[in-house]
């Protein structure tokens, strides 16, 4: 049988189908994810039910998204999942994930994420954090590199920043291909998201901080003073003590906050 058929499915390409089958890395993650009925708990793309099945045994409760139909139809027959699900079939890019916190409940929202959508999808999860208690991911080792980096290291891009101006970031496991069917062709590693309940260097508006991080990571290799030309000014970097000839990837999250800041009492 081909290694993309699994449980009877077979893996689509485009949905960034990779079935997780190890015992031992679905226990770890189940066990970083801590379950419970005080907050609510929301799967991404549950696909065969993997991670589905044994965070449902802890619970009451669990949502999923998923965008396959043909799995949304064997989630809604699967013998034991059927009466703990609630199933929304649809694109997670697209969903308002207000809708799921309730009675003042937090989510938890964990997910092996398709590797295709995975930096899209932070960046719209990043603007529901304040209802989000934690979050778990399978990703592209990659991307979780991108997600914890510091300052100077070349992973360290506007994910980065933004990711580490909303949550803690903790790296939790490293996956390798072996451990899904069918394998990827990269090398996985799960993250773990801790929004801030108090943000450490609050912006006053976020929209300006992402269009800023944008601007700035523009290019790379040019200089802070070069890609943010237009925004900030010599003397704007010299009142925030920055030093506006280093490249973008050499300034902290604390300084991206303080540059959007200015820029917006500049713009008021
Ligand atoms: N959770 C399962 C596991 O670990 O074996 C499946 C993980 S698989 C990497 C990704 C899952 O996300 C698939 O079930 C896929 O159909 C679903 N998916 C892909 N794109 C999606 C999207 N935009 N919104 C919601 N689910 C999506």
Redesign the pocket.
């Known amino acids: 049988m081909s290694n993309k058929v699994h449980l009877g499915h077979t893996a689509?390409k485009r949905?960034?189908?990779?079935?997780?089958?190890d015992e031992g890395v679905?226990s770890s993650i189940v066990g970083a994810i801590s379950p419970d009925n005080d907050h609510v708990m929301v799967?991404?793309?549950?696909?065969?039910?993997?991670?589905?099945e044994p965070v449902a045994d802890i619970i009451d409760n669990l949502t999923v998204?998923?965008?396959?139909r043909d799995?949304v139809e064997r989630l809604k027959a699967h013998p034991i999942l059927k009466d703990k699900l609630t199933i929304h079939q649809?694109?997670?890019?697209q969903?308002d994930f207000t809708q799921l916190a309730q009675d003042g409940k937090k989510m938890k929202v964990f997910?092996?994420?398709?590797?295709?959508?995975s930096t899209p999808?932070m960046f719209h999860l990043f603007e529901f954090a304040e209802q989000i208690e934690t979050m778990h991911f399978?990703l592209q080792k990659e991307v979780v590199l991108r997600l914890s980096a510091s300052p100077g290291c070349k992973a360290y891009g506007r994910l980065t920043v933004m990711a580490q101006y909303y949550c803690q970031v903790v790296p939790v496991l490293e996956v390798p291909p072996g451990c899904?069917t069918p394998p990827p062709k990269v090398d996985s590693a799960v993250v773990r998201l801790l929004p801030y309940e108090q943000k450490p260097w609050p912006c006053k508006d976020v929209t300006v901080m992402r269009h800023l991080c944008t601007t700035a990571f523009n290019m790379r290799r040019k200089t802070l003073r070069n890609n943010l030309k237009g925004m900030l000014d010599d003397d704007d970097f010299a009142a925030l003590g920055i030093d506006s000839t280093l490249r973008p990837e050499q300034i902290s999250v604390e300084q991206y906050v303080a540059m959007a800041n200015l820029f917006i009492d500049k713009s008021t």
């Open positions: 689509r949905f960034g189908q990779n079935f997780l089958t679905i799967e991404i793309g549950p696909g065969l039910g993997a991670l589905t998204v998923e965008l396959d799995l649809g694109d997670a890019l969903f997910g092996n994420l398709p590797y295709n959508i999808l399978m899904f």
